[in-house]
């Protein structure tokens, strides 16, 4: 009898093993070849973007590190050009100002193609397609509170601030105040200046909720956030166009692509799909929605047939 169960256990091992979809379901395929490790910075539309990165990898069958909500990108640059993280989406507005001092470029393709050129010259790392979403900077005030002074445009806003100097506070990150397309650069074409007592600095994330608030009259944000629209936020016209372009791409080490050379048309499916509307959607539902970055990703890309 125990020989009978021995043999018994050992058919069942060997069944499992040579057809593993006995054991509940299609074998997945695992790649060989580098561990991918997606890295992201540490806010909403990064979170999700990341997460789309990690889960179509890994519904395809590579091996994936995860490194989401690594930090910015003064964090995140050097540790994917030390080979320590393999890719993240990046926005080719910031390469181009922050990395390379470069002009603000306010068309995408060019935009994209001398981050490309740059990066694939300088640092072993090349980009995949960009998407449609431009998340650049945009002034945001309460709506009924730019109704009632009648600031339509960043010019109204400059103008009423030059004659009130004083009654208009501001919202914004240290890295906003101090970068060459942040407030600086947008004072001097508009020719005007926030009341350096009314500037509140906080993380990005708090400038939403400090508007909502009523702790500021004005605050930076990001065009491509849902809790624009959803807090009743309008953004300023930028009638002179001093913001440049930002579109996302996927920044990867130039070893990965040739480890596996089919990644940029697999990725290339996501950005394809990220329009300013549809990337605002998403980071609604985790910001107002309060759903996990992750699971936000998961959905999109099942509503897309991207991943099972």
């Known amino acids: 009898m125990k020989t009978l169960i021995r043999l018994t256990a050992l058919t069942a091992l060997l069944l499992l093993t040579v ?35 990690l889960e179509i990898l890994r519904s395809e069958g590579y091996p994936v590190e995860d490194r989401t909500g690594l930090g910015e990108s003064d964090v995140i640059r050097p540790a994917l050009h030390a080979g320590q993280v393999d ?24 935009a994209f193609n001398l981050v490309k050129e740059w990066d694939e010259q300088n640092n072993n790392v090349t980009w ?21 002074l009648g600031l339509e ?4 806003l400059a103008a009423y601030i030059r004659e009130n100097p004083e009654e208009i506070s501001f919202g914004t990150n240290d890295e906003f105040y101090e970068r060459q397309d942040g407030i600086r650069g947008l004072e001097e074409l508009y020719d005007f200046e926030f009341d350096p007592d ?21 605050a930076v944000g990001f065009g491509t956030d849902g809790r624009i629209p959803a807090f009743g936020f309008i953004n300023l016209e930028d009638d002179k166009q001093y913001f440049p372009v930002y579109n996302p791409a996927p920044v990867v080490r130039v070893e990965i692509v040739e480890a596996y050379p089919e990644l940029p048309d697999l990725i290339g499916q996501i950005a394809a799909l ?33 991943i099972d």
């Open 274 to 306: 990220l329009d300013g509307d549809t990337l605002a959607e998403l980071n609604r539902r985790v910001d107002i929605d309060e759903v996990e970055p992750e699971d936000v990703a998961v959905a999109f890309l099942r509503e897309n047939d991207l």
């Open 153 to 156: 445009t960043i010019s109204d």
């Open 128 to 148: 995949l397609d960009y998407a449609p979403a431009n998340n650049t900077y945009t002034i945001m005030m309460q709506e009924d509170e730019a109704e009632e």
């Open 19 to 53: 057809f593993p979809a006995l054991a509940g379901g299609a074998a997945e395929v695992t790649r060989e070849g580098p561990t991918i490790s997606i890295a992201s910075k540490a806010w909403t539309e990064q979170l999700i973007l990341g997460n789309m990165l």
């Open 87 to 110: 890719i993240y989406w990046e926005y080719t507005g910031t390469t181009l100002l922050t990395l390379m001092e470069h002009d603000p470029v306010g068309d995408p393709d060019e």
């Open 198 to 218: 009314g500037v509140r600095f906080m993380t990005t994330g708090l400038t939403y909720g400090a508007l909502r608030e009523g702790q500021v009259d004005a």
